[in-house]
């Protein structure tokens, strides 16, 4: 989507900053600038913003795997974040080129060509062939032997309740080997836990191999063959935490990409995060490789 940033309330504000995110690009993006080799399945529009997006998302290194170029717009959505890291957004998506992607757009030989594939409950939610084409990728990455990873990013705005988001989690639990959710974000509003360690347990329960929970300043906790490790953030004040969970997943994942040891991984993960909250916006203000490198196995 194209972002418009704000430093002002989005009531009173005069003026944005042009730039372009959403959860799924901004840990392309990330996960690019850590060094992974990353494509990117969406849907562009035929607007005027639909080359800027494009231009970005390739001058970034991430290989854009669009479908059929939609006859209309691309989304927006506005944040503004105050003085004392409060933000807030106005979303501006319903019938835009990203909602029209459908399953005709995942190509097998694509998703059979990779080491993961991730999405997002953002994608789920808005709308039902977004939900049917992340179904299609993850059974094809599962019947690859390809490791899936999906992140909930439950936003209730998208959803008509948290009973339709359960529904369409355990519709796809079976098929995720890596689970991303956020605290209290996620795991909170999908089901109700007040702490990270019953999440885990959950989602274990449930069968899912390997969960991750992202709980901000705490660090994350990692459930893996019935065993809880804790991994504590980076010591840092944020600026804008906007994008800080798809930094995460994009540092995790591309660990695991690489083969690193889980508590390594998640090192990646929580620096990302933390580097990138340091600047504001979102998807171009990711780290670079060396920057997090540099602090996450600092001696």
């Known amino acids: 989507m194209v972002e418009l940033y704000s430093e002002g309330s989005l009531v009173s504000t005069k003026s944005f900053i042009k730039s372009y995110g959403g959860d799924t690009l901004n840990t392309a993006i990330a ?175 449930k069968g899912v191999p390997l969960v991750i929970i992202k709980a901000g300043n705490q660090g994350c906790y990692i459930g893996y063959r019935n065993e809880v490790t804790h991994v504590p953030a980076m010591a840092i004040k944020a600026i804008d935490t906007t994008g800080a969970g798809d930094a995460f997943n994009a540092g995790f994942l591309h660990g695991l990409a690489r083969q690193e040891s889980l508590v390594q991984c998640a090192k990646l993960g929580v620096t990302t995060a933390a580097l990138k909250v340091l600047n504001k916006g979102s998807a171009l203000a990711m780290p670079n490789k060396d920057s997090v490198y540099s602090r996450a196995f600092a001696k």
């Open 31 to 205: 996960a690019a600038r850590l060094g992974s080799s990353v494509s990117y399945i969406t849907r562009l529009g035929d607007d005027i913003h639909a080359a800027g997006l494009r231009d970005m998302i390739v001058q970034e290194g991430v290989a854009l795997e669009a479908g059929r170029i939609f006859k209309g717009k691309t989304g927006l959505y506005m944040v503004s974040v105050s003085s004392d890291s409060e933000r807030e957004f106005a979303y501006y998506r319903e019938n835009s080129a990203a909602c029209q992607l459908c399953p005709q757009d995942i190509s097998p030989q694509l998703i059979q060509s990779g080491k993961i594939i991730f999405a997002s409950g953002i994608t789920m939610a808005i709308s039902q062939s977004a939900r049917e084409s992340v179904i299609k990728a993850f059974k094809i990455a599962k019947a690859a032997g390809i490791i899936t990873a999906l992140d909930p990013n439950y936003r209730e705005n998208l959803w008509l309740n948290s009973g339709k988001m359960v529904d369409a989690l355990n519709e796809i639990l079976p098929l995720v080997d890596v689970l991303l959710p956020s605290f209290p974000e996620d795991t909170e509003a999908i089901i109700s836990f007040k702490r990270p360690e019953q999440a885990l347990q959950h989602f274990m329960l």
